[in-house]
């Protein structure tokens, strides 16, 4: 069941927030703080407002994807939503339009979705990580780890009721 998966995902992000905020949940606001040449960085995500989140995610610096990216790639979908597809990460097209599943795989997705019956505009789409790996390879378990509490967010955000994963990750 979702809640059972929204669970499991839940008990794995706490693994990788050993800094949360005295008194906060990961259904309120969320602080990992990340040093970095001895500077700390600290994103705050707010699961209210899925824009706000959006924004973070687009501006978002904290690992080296960030400065070979065109665009970051949040997600697209409805809030809330029912479904939410997670892929592994975004490909040249979808850092090309800051959009997921666009490209080939889009493709392949659209087509599936047809086959089950579902529209496109009625399910959230998102990547574990949020910014394309060089060549697009395999995300790095620092990169996951990186974006995870974007990816926890979202889901908080969003409620699904059902969370598919797809890719090698």
Do not use: W
Request: aromatic fraction near 2%.
């Amino acid at each position: 069941s979702s809640m059972s998966i929204n669970n499991y995902l839940r008990n794995e992000i706490v693994q990788f927030l050993p800094n949360l905020k005295d008194g906060a949940s990961l259904g309120n606001e969320v602080k990992k703080k990340i040093i970095n040449n001895g500077n700390e960085k600290v994103i705050s995500m707010d699961p209210i407002d899925l824009r706000h989140l959006d924004r973070q995610i687009c501006t978002c610096h904290l690992c080296p994807l960030s400065e070979g990216r065109k665009r970051a790639v949040p997600g697209s979908g409805p809030a809330p939503a029912d479904i939410m597809l997670v892929g592994e990460a975004p490909g040249r097209e979808e850092d090309l339009t800051g959009k997921p599943f666009v490209g080939r795989a889009g493709r392949l997705l659209d087509a599936a979705l047809v086959q089950a019956d579902l529209e496109r505009s009625k399910v959230f789409i998102t990547s574990v990580i949020k910014c394309r790996p060089p060549q697009n390879r395999k995300p790095k378990k620092a990169e996951i780890d990186q974006c995870r509490p974007y990816l926890q967010a979202q889901i908080d955000i969003l409620h699904p009721k059902i969370i598919c994963l797809m890719g090698n990750t």
